[in-house]
């Protein structure tokens, strides 16, 4: 089993950027694919972004290309989402997860994902 829990959430100005971390623990001795989604009020949850077990491979929505960032650092089980040049329609709780895989494996499938945290509330003001 893995745990998983966000940070860095906050309220910014349109235009401004969050850094989002999500630090696993348990049994991450297996290689895992993570992932991040997100959730706005009156909405279905969403895919965000994907990043493989090497770190190598990465997948965006189109909706945050260019603007977000995922990266992976594995010896500390740790992912991170660089938000940048948000717009208020970013406003959402955003949560990572993690699915058990190969090490070249991603996916925006939110089906697919094992394991999820308890999310962080990123709120976008005008």
């Known amino acids: 089993q893995v745990q998983l829990v966000e940070s860095g959430g906050g309220l910014v100005q349109a235009g401004g950027s969050l850094r989002l971390s999500c630090a696993a623990s348990?049994?991450?001795?297996?290689?895992?694919?993570m992932g991040w989604f997100r959730q706005a009020p009156g909405k279905e949850r969403e895919f965000v972004a994907t990043?493989?077990?090497?770190?190598?491979?990465?997948h965006y929505a189109d909706s945050v290309k260019g603007r977000f960032t995922i990266s992976r650092t594995n010896a500390k089980n740790t992912v991170y989402l660089q938000m940048n040049s948000l717009k208020p329609e970013d406003t959402a709780v955003y949560y990572c997860?993690?699915?058990?895989?190969?090490?070249?494996?991603?996916?925006?499938?939110?089906?697919?994902?094992?394991?999820w945290g308890q999310g962080t509330q990123v709120t976008v003001s005008s």
């Open positions: 348990g049994r991450t001795f297996r290689s895992y694919a």
């Open positions: 990043i493989s077990w090497s770190g190598g491979s990465t």
């Open positions: 997860a993690a699915k058990y895989s190969g090490s070249y494996y991603y996916t925006e499938v939110e089906r697919e994902y094992d394991y």
